[in-house]
């Protein structure tokens, strides 16, 4: 959704999200993103996940330029924040969350970008943060295809490549990945990013903070031909 006053109001589109429950929760899919100061969103994880995927739909369907106030939305959302998800993504230029799920504008997703979608203390306290200072429902691990940090840990493994200053021990966890799904001396790129990604969640999944917030965490993959975000 890029053309927010086209696309936001389109009859069908509203009806569609007032059938899950979306129009009426602030969601701010219309341009007005939701910002009361100290309240989180009153979307469930269903909910925001459902957003994500009709959105990711739009960006598939009819992609444009985006054509957003952002001033206006700077307005709303400086005096506080209620991002409705938190996307654990990799840093690649090529895979910009807001947009391809949909060209969401701000204070909507509670962002953490790493070459390789991985979660190490920093992340993973940026998680809990939004999960338990912000409310949000639903965290999703986002992989992608081509992912280079994943093809770095495959050629680490299968040729012995040697990773100058901290990009070794980063890509560290993607070759115990690696490893437990090479075959013959190979490794499918495309395997280890998707088990990557699960493993990922299930680690996320597993923090006593999400788990006392009842926080749904699910593992995604991103396919750069056709824009389209798999959910695994």
């Not at 957003?68 to 998800?85: C, H, I, N, S, T």
């Not at 190490?120 to 992608?144: K, R, S």
Request: with cysteine.
């Amino acid at each position: 959704m890029c053309d927010h006053d086209r696309q936001s109001f389109d009859r069908r589109a509203l009806l569609r999200l007032a059938g899950l429950g979306l129009a009426s929760a602030g969601l701010g899919l219309a341009g007005t993103a939701a910002h009361a100061a100290g309240k989180g969103t009153s979307l469930t994880a269903d909910q925001a996940l459902a957003a994500l995927k009709d959105g990711n739909a739009r960006f598939v369907s009819n992609p444009q330029a985006c054509v957003m106030d952002l001033a206006k939305q700077r307005a709303e959302v400086a005096g506080g924040q209620a991002p409705w998800a938190i996307i654990v993504g990799c840093s690649d230029s090529r895979v910009p969350p807001e947009l391809l799920f949909g060209g969401l504008g701000l204070g909507q997703l509670f962002v953490a970008r790493n070459a390789g979608n991985m979660v190490d203390t920093a992340t993973m306290g940026t998680i809990e943060y939004g999960a338990e200072h912000l409310g949000a429902p639903l965290v999703v691990v986002l992989g992608h295809e081509s992912c280079g940090a994943v093809a770095a840990a495959c050629d680490v493994l299968i040729k012995n490549a040697k990773l100058d200053g901290s990009m070794g021990p980063m890509v560290q966890p993607i070759v115990e990945v690696a490893k437990t799904l090479a075959k013959s001396g190979t490794c499918d790129v495309d395997a280890v990013i998707r088990e990557s990604a699960i493993r990922t969640a299930k680690k996320v999944a597993g923090s006593p903070v999400l788990a006392h917030k009842k926080t749904k965490v699910v593992a995604a993959r991103y396919d750069l031909d056709n824009g389209k975000v798999e959910f695994l």
